[in-house]
């Protein structure tokens, strides 16, 4: 008995050392310690033995269970080490090597546009105010000035929705009616940006959706001579100190009077080129002192209050600025474009 537990011990050490893997492992440990195995057959047998050879078998079986358990955890660990030896040199990093660039993202070209007029307008004293794209009739028309059926309508081809009386704002003006109503009897000083929408022939110069920015201010005192200094001063700040103004006579149903401000032309500086059409100016807003009846529409009394309005777009300056060509570039994502503006 003694001769095969020695033999058991000898042939379960040898098949150790063979193993080379957690699986094979695993079925080691079954065969040779296992309920199973040999060496727990001998173990239980020991209580037929004759009483003298009962304590040597028992304690000699007990010893050869301890050394291959023994032996076993060792392996265990040799496994581990080899394991970690491997993984670390199959997953080593060169950390010599030079790091892929991230690509990062960038504000659109129209965000950015805005944000310089938010800063500038910011520095006048204006506040930023924010209206819904999906407007009311009323609100974009009526309360303009442009009852149903009046002609000026038509200088604003409409979206219009399913819903009757509902459609996308053609222009950031109905704005004025809704800050002047909420807060009606204050002092305003606000712009107020956003998406427009038109109905138009798509073209290099107009697209259907783009930007504007109306500015408002209303008090007791605001005059003809406010709004050009507001203008003047966002041209210079916006296009360079040098530029000259000009307001020429204009109609909206909305201003009384209206007037179109232009400044020398950035490119050509006034003597005249291809952007200015050889007039020498650039067109940058439409504006004027707001209606009386628009005042009192906003719940303003035109004889102890007056104000100026002014819109303008955010694409067509931008694309003077930097000599882009077709205003189609801004919403048609080629990445080629929009990575032009850093
Ligand atoms: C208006 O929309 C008036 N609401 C402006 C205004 C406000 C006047 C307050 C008086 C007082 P107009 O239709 O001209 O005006 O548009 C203003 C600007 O929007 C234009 O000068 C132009 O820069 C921009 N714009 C108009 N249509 C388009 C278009 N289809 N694509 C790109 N920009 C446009």
Not at 147 to 152: I, Q
Not at 161 to 173: A, C, D, E, W
Not at 253 to 256: A, H, V
């Given at each position: 008995m003694l001769d095969r537990l020695r033999e058991l011990q000898e042939q379960a050490l040898r098949e150790l050392e063979q193993v080379t893997d957690k699986q094979a492992l695993d079925q080691w440990r079954v065969t040779h310690?296992?309920?199973?195995s040999a060496l727990n057959q001998v173990l239980r047998s020991v209580?037929?033995?004759p009483k003298e050879e009962r304590p040597i078998v028992g304690q000699r079986g007990n010893e050869v269970k301890l050394a291959l358990e023994a032996a076993y955890e060792q392996r265990v660990q040799v496994l581990k080490a080899q394991e970690m030896a491997r993984a670390l040199a199959e997953e080593s990093?060169?950390?010599?090597l030079p790091g892929r660039p991230v690509s990062l993202g960038r504000l659109h070209p129209s965000t950015q546009a805005l944000r310089e007029i938010y800063a500038i307008f910011a520095a006048m004293g204006f506040q930023v105010y924010t209206a819904p794209e999906v407007e009311t009739d009323e609100l974009n028309f009526g309360l303009l000035?442009?009852?149903?059926?009046?002609?000026?309508?038509?200088m604003w081809d409409t979206f219009y929705?399913?819903?009757?009386?509902?459609?996308?704002?053609?222009?950031?003006?109905p704005g004025q009616i809704r800050v002047m109503r909420e807060r009606c009897p204050e002092p305003i000083r606000v712009i107020l940006p956003g998406k427009c929408y038109r109905y138009e022939q798509i073209t290099a110069r107009s697209e259907h959706q783009f930007y504007q920015v109306e500015g408002l201010a209303v008090g007791r005192h605001i005059t003809l001579t406010d709004l050009k200094g507001t203008m003047a001063e966002y041209a210079r700040r916006a296009f360079g100190a040098e530029r000259k103004m000009r307001f020429r006579g204009s109609y909206f149903?909305?201003?009384?009077p209206s007037v179109e401000v232009d400044m020398d032309c950035i490119i050509c500086g006034g003597a005249g080129c291809r952007v200015c059409k050889y007039t020498g100016w650039l067109e940058i807003a439409g504006a004027g002192m707001v209606h009386p009846q628009v005042l009192r529409n906003g719940g303003y009394d035109p004889s102890v209050y007056s104000g100026f309005a002014f819109g303008m777009g955010v694409e067509r300056p931008m694309m003077l600025k930097h000599n882009?060509?077709?205003?189609?570039?801004?919403?048609?994502?080629?990445i080629r474009f929009l990575q032009q503006f850093g």
């Open positions: 310690l296992g309920k199973k209580g037929q033995l990093v060169d950390v010599t000035n442009m009852p149903p059926h009046h002609p000026a309508r038509d929705t399913t819903r009757p009386g509902v459609l996308l704002r053609t222009h950031t003006s149903p909305f201003t009384e882009i060509d077709d205003i189609r570039y801004f919403y048609s994502n080629d």
